[in-house]
């Protein structure tokens, strides 16, 4: 700041307490965030690593039920080469063809 010649910094000087604080309180913040998911990952981790049966068994778990459930959505939806062919008029009648 000492280095900012102009008038407006002059009459309005920042002051040194106000810059500090705020990263003060975002650094606990961030702080306890990075805590929070670091203990959720090395749970999961241990968790896995203790249990490989258990998560491969979910893991195939969830892939089979995507896939029956993709199945089951492609089944309800017909082919395009499925639909039927409809008959196509002309919005107005051509009463005056022969």
Do not use: C
């Amino acid at each position: 700041m000492e280095s900012m010649s102009s008038m407006y910094h002059r009459a309005r000087p920042m002051t040194k307490a106000a810059a500090l604080t705020f990263p003060g309180v975002l650094g606990r913040y961030i702080a306890s965030g990075k805590q929070f998911l670091g203990n959720a990952y090395t749970s999961a981790r241990n968790y896995a690593k203790n249990n490989p049966l258990t998560v491969a068994g979910a893991g195939l778990g969830l892939l089979g039920g995507t896939w029956l459930g993709n199945k089951a959505y492609e089944a309800q939806i017909p082919q395009v080469r499925a639909l039927p062919r409809l008959e196509q008029r002309p919005m107005i009648d051509p009463y005056y063809q022969n």
